[in-house]
């Protein structure tokens, strides 16, 4: 029992460091690749400033979706531990209803009467081992991570980060705004595809259609803000 305990909370720690990663890298390679085609559009003789704007975008963009997976996860633990409290209440405030719960769970997973009224009395005999039970088999709630919003706040922050230098780096070695923009656009949306195809074979979506499809919202939102840009200054 333990050992499968220990290898359903690797495997969750696992896909929450994954969504973690996969929420900062899309925003950090689209975001600051607009901003800096937007600006490659606008300030063509001024390259400096388009990396000195998209180093202050990567900094505030991390802190922003930092602080959105800190509160997203401080959110889940707040509701799990109302809900929690709320189970304590209803088993000393409303036993019988509580056990007729367990019961009706025991019988949801096709057991016999007789087994599962066995199931339930030893359920009950435990407070604890009960609101557990009730928690994740009644509610489908599983006690978070207390350590998850931190880890959260910092794995998306840092992923914002790498994400967000890969559009910029070119601006650091070029005197052109649209030479840096064209070697940008090229490592960029390779590196959105090779995201989206591994992104998209995790999720069990088509890989080659899901590289294509992250690589064109990144192409379509750089080219936008190019235009804009352009428009404006015309």
């Known amino acids: ?43 063509e003789g001024h390259v400096n400033l388009i990396w000195i704007a998209g180093i202050a975008e990567v900094a505030a963009g991390s802190i922003a979706m930092g602080l959105g997976g800190y509160l997203a996860g401080k959110t889940e633990q707040d509701h ?23 019961r009706a769970v025991f019988l949801g997973w096709g057991l016999s009467k007789t087994t599962a009224e066995e199931a339930t009395q030893e359920i009950i005999k435990d407070k604890q081992r009960w609101v557990d039970f009730m928690m994740k088999f009644e509610l489908g709630l599983e006690s978070p991570d207390p350590q998850r919003a931190r880890k959260s706040a910092m794995n998306i922050g840092l992923s914002y980060v790498v994400g967000g230098l890969i559009p910029l780096t070119p601006y650091f070695f070029v005197t052109d705004a649209l030479k840096g923009l064209a070697i940008s656009a090229a490592i960029t949306l390779v590196c959105l595809y090779v995201f989206g195809y591994f992104k998209s074979k995790i999720t069990g979506i088509n890989p080659w259609w899901g590289g294509l499809k992250v690589m064109f919202i990144g192409a379509i939102a750089a080219a936008t803000a190019f235009a804009i840009a352009r428009l404006i200054q015309a």
């Open 1 to 43: 029992m333990s050992e499968m305990h220990l290898h359903l909370e690797e495997h969750m720690k696992s896909t929450d460091l994954l969504s973690d990663i996969v929420i900062g890298m899309s925003d950090g390679l689209t975001v600051p690749f607009a901003l800096a085609a937007g600006l490659s559009g606008a300030v």
């Open 80 to 102: 799990y531990k109302s809900e929690l409290k709320k189970e304590f209440w209803e088993i000393e405030h409303k036993k019988e209803v509580e056990i007729q719960e367990v």
